[in-house]
């Protein structure tokens, strides 16, 4: 017991002098390691009589705890007085502004997708979402693609390991859960939402994208309506005075079909780079809705109309921003991602 005391007192004014970490863990090695002097008190509990153990022990574990915790204290010790004498030395000028921390910013897929909502929503339209796994028969077949129309060829799919069950290729099937959940009343709705399709990853495709597609369906609708709503459209996702171009295209769920340009935003309609020296840039595609989708939908086709029109916001965030290639929304890359204040 007496030598558990001399051992404490002597690692007790040890560790006070030592005033560098060097010295602390010259110090800790001494006492506190697996070879150190409290290590070997402690080991010498097994050469003791039966007897003697059970109060040597007690007393080798209290000194053991107090010079760990002597040695804790001392180190914070010098923590602290080796920033305080740091501080000291640098000096701190109050009147210096603060920096302002990071923070985090939304990515420029959201923050065009907040736009397209905000647009449609000032012209009535609620926002409808749809699932991302669908059937084969409202993804393909209630929309004029039965099996083997060889427009299926054009969405490479996700199969599921259920039969006919498979991840979306595009939001239109939304159309069908739309006008089934609304039948009688008239409808107004954007479907955004990601879309799946089994493609090679390049600079302009991936295989996951989001797409907004918007419905519109009632008495006496025309495609003069669509048109109206599209040009106020672009005029306030582009800016005014945009100017819109409907060439006719074909999709099998929309009679007649267009696809639509506006004048390029980056040259005004003169060419460039961008829009391929043509003066302008496809942004969407559009169409009366067809009598078959409307009837598969619960909608009279004798008695009501309708159009749709689907939209990509990568493709919009790209002609916005001037971004060349599309994997950059989808790499996590900080370096573009903070440019989007």
């Known amino acids: 017991m007496n030598d558990l005391s001399q051992l404490q007192i002597q690692a007790e004014a040890e560790l006070a002098d030592a005033n560098d970490d060097a010295a602390l863990e010259a110090w800790r090695i001494k006492y506190l390691s697996r070879k150190g002097l409290v290590s070997q008190a402690v080991g010498r509990i097994g050469s003791l009589p039966p007897e003697e153990r059970a ?142 399709r089994y493609e090679q990853v390049t600079a302009r495709s991936e295989m996951m994208f989001y797409q907004v597609e918007g419905l519109a369906v009632g008495r006496n609708i025309t495609f003069a309506d669509l048109k109206g709503t599209l040009v106020a459209f672009a005029n306030q996702m582009f800016g005014q005075g945009r100017k819109l171009r409907f060439r006719c295209s074909h999709f099998p769920f929309t009679e007649p079909s267009a696809e639509v340009d506006i004048d390029c935003i980056i040259c005004g309609g003169s060419g460039c780079r961008v829009c391929k020296y043509t003066g302008w840039l496809e942004i969407l595609g559009c169409g009366m809705v067809h009598p078959n989708v409307l009837r598969n939908g619960g909608y009279d086709p004798e008695i009501y109309s309708g159009y749709a029109f689907g939209m990509g916001p990568e493709r919009i965030a790209i002609l916005i921003h001037g971004i060349d290639d599309i994997r950059y929304f989808y790499s996590n890359d900080v370096r573009l991602l903070t440019q989007f204040a």
């Open 55 to 196: 109060a040597y022990g007690q007393a080798v574990n209290a000194m053991k705890q107090t010079v760990q915790a002597a040695f804790e204290a001392r180190s914070q010790e010098l923590i602290d007085a080796s920033l305080a004498a740091e501080l000291t030395a640098e000096g701190i000028d109050v009147t210096l502004p603060g920096r302002r921390p990071q923070v985090g910013r939304l990515h420029p897929i959201s923050r065009t997708l907040r736009n397209i909502y905000d647009i449609f929503g000032q012209m009535g339209f609620q926002i409808y979402t749809a699932r991302d796994v669908e059937t084969d028969l409202v993804n393909f077949q209630l929309l004029n693609f039965p099996k083997g129309h060889p427009a299926r060829e054009m969405q490479d799919t996700f199969h599921t390991t259920v039969e006919d069950v498979l991840l979306r290729t595009h939001t239109s099937p939304g159309q069908i859960r739309a006008m089934r959940e609304y039948y009688p009343e008239p409808i107004r709705v954007i479907l955004p939402g990601k879309c799946y």
